[in-house]
């Protein structure tokens, strides 16, 4: 009995460790998913400055050719 007791402790344990494995992976998830999006916007905000500065250019040549 003395065995089974040994076993029936460590099934038991085993749902807790998937649990904790489940948390920290859901942590590491959201922390990762936080710096992409961040790095994303930045470099959404440099398109769009790059595109109103283009916009600008094409816009000035146009008037001149007028």
Known sequence: MDIAGRF???FALIPLLIYLGLIVFSIYFVVK????????TKLDQERN???DELIKVI???GKDEI
Do not use: T, V
Request: hydrophobic share 45%; glycine share 12%.
């Open 8 to 10: 029936f402790g460590l």
């Open 49 to 51: 400055e790059k595109l």
């Open 59 to 61: 816009g000035n040549r």
């Open 33 to 40: 998913m936080i710096k992409f999006m961040n790095a994303k």
